[in-house]
């Protein structure tokens, strides 16, 4: 972990604010897989995900948002709000709509935004403390095994982000599933 700050689970919300704060990536340990955060609406940020991923084109991340209302401001159907609260919070994602309030990195040119309220104390207080939408992704490489430690990390994200947070193995735990709202009937897409 040559340039990252490895720390242990416990009182480090306010670290990994910090360096979020600051544009920087961090490695944690979610309430599905070990994953990454950043700044959403921060193009560099995002661009430090891309590079860390692997992406050779950009293309959208999960946005975490601190609850439904702020959810919908982020979506041009407010009619979703009732389906929001059928799946929030937890592990399940939300294509919506998008508003014009979220920044093309975010879009991709798709149209919709991924959102999802985490059911997980340390996120949501990553969220207060930060005061931004957060854009998330699994902690791997397309294609590789959803990391469930930082063993299953790969170096080269290890090592490219700036505070990683060693939560030990999660167990019986799997990425979000991801549901489309973008169209006429919803549609799970994972």
């Keep these: 972990m040559a340039g ?56 959208p991340f999960i ?14 159907d407010k009619t979703l709000e009732k389906e929001m ?18 920044p093309d990195i975010m879009v991709g040119g798709t149209g919709g935004v991924a959102l999802r309220l985490p059911d997980h104390a340390f996120s949501r207080e990553i969220l207060q403390r ?23 990390v790969p170096p080269g994200i290890i090592d490219g982000v700036d505070i990683a947070v060693d939560g030990g193995t999660l167990e019986n735990r799997r990425p979000s599933r991801i549901l489309d709202l973008t169209g006429g009937s919803p549609v799970f897409l994972r």
Aim: with cysteine; charged share 15%; proline share 7%.
């Design 4 to 59: 990252s700050l490895l720390i242990h689970a416990g009182g480090t919300a306010e670290a990994v604010s910090s360096v979020i704060l600051q544009g920087g990536v961090a490695l944690y340990p979610s309430d599905t897989v070990y994953g990454l955060l950043a700044d959403g609406f921060s193009e560099a940020a995002c661009g430090k995900l891309y590079e860390l991923k692997g992406y050779t084109a950009p293309r």
């Design 63 to 76: 946005l975490l948002v601190p609850s439904v209302e702020d959810a919908l401001v982020l979506t041009s």
């Design 130 to 152: 930060t005061g931004l939408f957060l854009a998330s992704t699994s902690a791997n490489l397309m294609g590789e095994p959803f990391p469930l430690s930082l063993e299953d």
């Design 85 to 102: 609260e059928r799946h929030w919070p937890g592990p399940v994602t939300l294509v919506v709509p998008a508003s014009d309030e979220v």
